[in-house]
């Protein structure tokens, strides 16, 4: 058994920095004693789980350490497109009672799982499933919605949260990604009080952009803190 829950990474549409996220939720894991697993159950627009496109590759090189991507990717699929229409591209189809069972798996190794999702939410992974649905059938797992910072965040993040209720899920941890670091603190001190205003949930945190992620990483991880000591994790 890890010591804390393991954490599935949703985003509110893809490129909003999911992967980004799932790398400063390894560092601050890591700065604080923990040994994490990242998984992408699901790649797409990919040749294999270790090209240097793939959020394996991007997370674990700049984690540094040994390189587990192969064995963080359940399926990979050429096409860069919902996992449902790549997978049926190469004449595939995902099994979710493979995901179950490739959740199970690494769950045994007792080390904390940081599972990211691939696209939003409803990305549809099987004909009648999407990542949500998929996430939601796990047991105790905490969830955090990766969310843009922009102008459009707080509809986009809104049925986020409502299709995440729908199934279950109802207290997951946001986190506004300023990817272009275009957006006005203001703003996204809006974002995050109409957020709390409706749905009663409160953003942790907000992430800026970063020139150079290699070198920014790490202090930048330090931002969710916050989201630690809200999952019980013992801070420095
Ligand atoms: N805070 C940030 N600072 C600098 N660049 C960022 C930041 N957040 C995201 N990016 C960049 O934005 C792009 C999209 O981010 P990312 O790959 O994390 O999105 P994603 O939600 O994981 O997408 P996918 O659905 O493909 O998994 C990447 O090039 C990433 O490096
Ligand atoms: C190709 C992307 N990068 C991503 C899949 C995004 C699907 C988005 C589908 C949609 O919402 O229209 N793949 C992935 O995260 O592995
Ligand atoms: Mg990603």
Request: proline fraction near 6%.
């Amino acid at each position: 058994m890890s010591p804390i829950k393991d954490i599935c990474i949703t985003g509110t549409d893809t490129d909003v920095g999911k992967s980004v996220l799932s790398l400063l939720v390894m560092k601050i894991l890591r700065a604080n004693g923990l040994n994490p697993l990242y998984l992408k159950p699901f790649q797409t627009g990919c040749h294999s789980p270790s090209h240097p496109y793939s959020d394996p590759s991007f997370v674990l090189t700049l984690l540094g350490g040994g390189d587990e991507s192969k064995d963080s990717v359940l399926y990979c699929f050429r096409e860069a497109k919902a996992p449902y229409f790549a997978a049926r591209d190469a004449g595939k189809k995902i099994d979710p009672a493979a995901f179950k069972a490739f959740i199970e798996e690494k769950r045994a190794m007792g080390r904390p799982l940081v599972v990211e999702g691939a696209g939003g939410a409803l990305v549809p992974v099987t004909e009648r499933l999407n990542v949500i649905d998929l996430f939601a059938k796990e047991e105790n797992f905490v969830h955090i919605v990766a969310a843009r910072a922009g102008l459009g965040t707080i509809n986009h993040t809104l049925l986020t949260l409502e299709a995440m209720s729908n199934r279950g899920i109802t207290r997951p941890f946001v986190v506004f990604m300023d990817r272009d670091g275009a957006t006005d603190p203001v703003m996204i001190a809006e974002h995050m009080e109409a957020v709390e205003r409706i749905t009663g949930i409160r953003a942790v945190a907000s992430i800026g952009r970063m020139c150079c992620i290699e070198t920014e990483s790490d202090a930048m991880a330090e931002r969710l803190l916050p989201l630690l000591r809200a999952l019980g994790v013992d801070t420095e």
